[in-house]
């Protein structure tokens, strides 16, 4: 189905030209789904040991707020982009391109944020097994959160399309 030219997906994550409002209406909606997205850790934590201190939960947060904020943002500004760019190519390289993406903005992420707590934290820093643990759960929560958004717009455009199609149909009679 082609809306004012452009195909379905492309309709699916398109990003119009903000302005600074809107922009920063985005910017924190993001920032907000990453403190959220945060919680997934400690809360798996506490799910698989329920005798975990409190004070353990919250540095578990605190090192999820920056994995997923350094992650989810920088998905937030590159997946949309390359969703739209991706339409041109057939559906195995479109895939393979939109999958790619999502796995190397999670690596870049996982890298910043491990560069960032290893600036914080200056003790013994286990930099590589920080990473592989880190990646193992991001790649995981960041599959689901791209998963989850797509079908969202996906059935949000459906909607608005069967809505305008019902008031051309009224409009008709």
Known sequence: MKASGRTFEAEV?????????????SLIGSVLTC???ALAVPL???????HVTVRHLVT??????VYSNCIGNLQFGVVPRVWIWSERFSAVTRWFTRVTTVVAATTAGC??????????VRGDYDFWGEF???????IILSAAAVSFIATFETYKYRLQATAME???????R
Do not use: V
């Open 132 to 138: 592989i643990g880190s990646f193992k759960i991001a």
């Open 44 to 50: 798996l934590d506490w799910t698989f040991n329920p």
């Open 166 to 172: 019902l008031k051309s149909k009224e409009l008709e």
């Open 13 to 25: 994550f398109s990003l119009k030209l903000p302005m600074p409002a809107s922009m920063r209406h």
């Open 111 to 120: 890298l910043m944020a491990n560069a960032l707590l290893m600036a914080m």
């Open 60 to 65: 578990q947060y605190l090192y999820s707020l």
């Open 35 to 37: 403190c959220g997205m």
